[in-house]
């Protein structure tokens, strides 16, 4: 995995906007974020702003098209979210899986659908961990 710079918070919620339309354009954008955001519009300004920002970090390309760009990720969101979460983890929990799942799970959100799907999760990387070791 590919290390790029952290994304701030408006950078985060910009790129989860990419991810979603795929290939991004800022009119796009302000339409995409200012319908989640009535109470805060954010600006075209702004979003160009962010997007050179985001850019810059690594986390999107950006091609001409006509007189606008076009924004497309230059990481898959699946691996992009991975990416976060661990710099979120590294940032607040020094790294530790253990710490970060501990305070999820104290937090009392955990459905039994939630906990059966996680149980399945682990039990699936046992397995492949195991797996792996014997090769």
């Known amino acids: 995995m590919t290390k790029r710079q952290p994304l701030s918070d408006g950078e985060t919620e910009l790129m989860k906007s990419v991810w979603t339309l ?6 796009n954008l302000v ?5 989640r955001r009535q109470e805060d519009p954010i600006t075209r300004g702004t979003i160009q702003v962010l997007l050179n920002r985001i850019e810059a970090k690594g ?3 950006r091609k ?3 007189r606008g760009y076009v924004y497309e ?11 976060l979460a661990s710099q979120f983890r590294a940032k607040v ?3 530790s899986f253990l ?4 305070s999820l799970v104290n937090a009392n959100g955990l459905k039994k659908e939630d906990i ?3 149980r399945a999760l682990l039990d699936r990387t046992e397995a492949s961990l195991k797996e792996r070791k014997g090769k």
């Open 116 to 118: 059966a799907h996680l």
């Open 64 to 66: 001409k098209v006509g």
């Open 93 to 95: 929990f020094d790294g």
């Open 99 to 102: 710490r970060l799942v501990r």
């Open 22 to 27: 795929v290939e991004a354009t800022v009119p």
């Open 31 to 35: 339409l995409a974020l200012n319908k």
């Open 59 to 61: 986390w999107l390309n």
């Open 73 to 83: 990720a230059s990481v898959s969101e699946a691996d992009g979210l991975a990416e």
